[in-house]
Antibody, heavy 120, light 110 residues
Framework: QLQLQESGPGLVKASETLSLTCTVSGGSIRSSSYYWAWIRQPPGKGLEWIGSVFHSGSAYYSPSLKSRVTISVDMSNNQFSLKLSSVTAADTAAYYC????????????WGQGTMVTVSS | QSALTQPASVSGSPGQSITISCTGTNSDVGGYNYVSWYQHHPGKAPKLILYDVSDRPSGVSNRFSGSKSGITASLTISGLQAEDEASYYCSSYTSSSTLVFGGGTKLTVL
């Protein structure tokens, strides 16, 4: 059964770059049927899509974050990663990695999430 | 892109039915049948309960159903149970090849 696990620092300083990795186990990131996504939830707020990447490296990003976000794939390690630059307190959130269908964009498998706090 | 519009909260008694709306635009909800719904309990990962407007993933109770009319999608939960108390989010594919979520609805089972 495919599982996702986020990893990375829980504390990031303001103006620096947030970096997280999602490790895919029990299946291959090379699947042509799925995208691999990052989604976040600030404390007390709703879910926000950050972006999605295909195994080829082709990526789509939220317009509001596009200038600061890079999502990439590491097929040799069956992982995909998120980099968010110039972070502020507004980027403090629980970050989830997830898999969604290339056609439906429905996320059927999620990681447990990791809390990232931006400190000043 | 703007978040899809959901009511902030709904409530119902055990055994009753409730409906949560999700309103977008012709560029997202109204333009595609790629609306999904998620159940989110605090401290846990969101769970997909409906996709493609009304399809249920394997293992999801048939008490959850979905529909769409124009730019508004709806989630109905019938036979409310205490375990249904959670936040519910809709999402939709958009014409810009992006994904947009609703603001979320907190369901309270009285």
């Amino acid at each position: 059964q495919l599982q996702l696990q986020e990893s990375g620092p829980g504390l990031v300083k303001a103006s620096e770059t947030l970096s997280l990795t999602c490790t895919v186990s029990g299946g291959s990131i090379r699947s042509s049927s799925y995208y691999w996504a990052w989604i976040r939830q600030p404390p007390g707020k709703g879910l926000e899509w950050i972006g999605s990447v295909f195994h080829s490296g082709s990526a789509y990003y939220s317009p509001s974050l596009k200038s600061r976000v890079t999502i990439s794939v590491d097929m040799s390690n069956n992982q995909f990663s998120l980099k968010l630059s110039s972070v502020t307190a507004a980027d403090t959130a629980a970050y989830y990695c997830a898999r969604h269908g290339w056609a439906t964009w429905a996320s059927d498998i999620w990681g447990q999430g990791t809390m990232v706090t931006v400190s000043s | 892109q703007s978040a899809l519009t959901q009511p902030a909260s709904v409530s119902g008694s055990p055994g009753q039915s409730i409906t949560i709306s999700c309103t977008g635009t012709n560029s997202d909800v109204g333009g595609y049948n790629y609306v999904s719904w998620y159940q989110h309990h605090p401290g846990k990962a969101p769970k997909l309960i409906l996709y493609d407007v009304s399809d249920r993933p394997s293992g999801v109770s048939n008490r959850f159903s979905g529909s769409k009319s124009g730019i508004t999608a709806s989630l109905t939960i019938s036979g409310l149970q205490a375990e249904d108390e959670a936040s519910y989010y809709c999402s939709s594919y958009t014409s810009s090849s992006t994904l947009v979520f609703g603001g979320g609805t907190k369901l309270t089972v009285l």
